[in-house]
Every structure is written in structure tokens, then in C-alpha cells.
């Protein structure tokens, strides 16, 4: 028996973003081409040749991730033994770009197996190709902190970065008192 009132479960369900909905399909037809390019390799070059080309990729992006998680490792000792905060530019000590993640991802990318993601992969590598990568994921990530609403994680993310421009945090309570206000005990210390 309907009643023409909405399932409660159904009318607090909140609507599903595009990228959950079309990311599965992205996947799937990623999958279908890395397949399909495969096979026409195998075709023209035989199956050796496809099973050198992806033995290669994955000695190569292991090589790869070996050495920008090695480099990403070096500048966190760098930044912790001066007393900073490590900057994730990539240019502490090594090699220009976007840093040790975008090499990484690029090193996971030759990993796969498939001409497609090796391609991205290679194109990765190419430190002006991840300073541009780097710089639009950097404007996506500040616009999307700037359209969060206030009291989120966003603003927190904005209240630091104002806040405490050198990574050092004073601990420590603020007292305003007022004009007018009569001059209050001191407080005793926290630390007892």
C-alpha cells in the first residue's frame, strides 16, 4: 500500500557527486584501452615484446619510486635537523618541479601495466610537465579551501597559515581585559 508520501530514506539521501558516479566508468574504460592497446602490441610485436615492455615499466617506476621516496625522506631529515617545516617543493636539494609526490605518481604510473599509464607516467617524469601539474593541483586545492564554509577544516587550514607563518606554535592563554575591569589574580600554571 502507497500512501504518495516520500520513503524517509530516500528523501534524506543526499545526491551523489559526478565524480562518484562517473569514476567507476572512467575506470572501466581505462581498463578496456589498456587492454585493447595490449593486444594490438602482442599483434604487431609478438608476446615477448609486450611482456619486455611491461617488464621494463615496472623495473623503471619501481627505480622511480625508490629514489623520490628516498629524496622525499632526505628533505624531512634536511627540514627536521635545521628546525623548519618541510616545504614538499621539491627544491630542497634536488631536482626542480612539484616534488617527490608527482615523481612517485609518476613512478606508480609506469608500474601499471599499459602503454597509457606509462605514457602519463613518462610525461611525469618531465620536470616541466610537473610544474605544471603541480601548480594547477595547487590552485584546485586553494580554490576548493576557499568555497569550504567557515568553522571546516578549510578555515582551520587558513587560520594556521595566518597564524603562525614559521611552524612554531606558542602555547600559552590570552587575557584581554577591558577598560574599566578590576585587575584580576594570576592564573597559576597549567603545567602542575
Known sequence: MTTGAPNPSTATRPRRSRLRTFLPLGVAAWLVLEIWLLTLVADAAGGFTVFLLLAAGFVLGAAVVKRAGRRAF??????????????????????????????????LLLILPGPVSDAAG???????????????????????????????????????????????????????????????????????
Open 74 to 107: 632526505q628533505n624531512l631529515n634536511e627540514a627536521l635537523q635545521r628546525g623548519v617545516a618541510p616545504s614538499g617543493d621539491g627544491r630542497g636539494g634536488g631536482g626542480g618541479g612539484g616534488g617527490s609526490g608527482l615523481m612517485m605518481l609518476g613512478g
Open 122 to 192: 613518462l610525461l611525469l617524469l618531465l620536470p616541466p610537465v610537473r610544474k605544471a601539474v603541480a601548480r594547477r593541483a595547487e590552485r584546485a586545492v586553494d580554490r576548493r579551501l576557499r568555497r569550504v564554509a567557515p568553522g571546516s577544516l578549510g578555515d582551520a587550514f587558513q587560520q594556521a597559515r595566518m597564524h603562525r607563518p614559521d611552524g612554531k606554535v606558542v602555547q600559552g592563554e590570552v587575557i584581554r581585559e577591558e577598560p574599566g575591569d578590576a585587575p584580576r589574580e594570576p592564573r597559576p600554571p597549567l603545567n602542575r
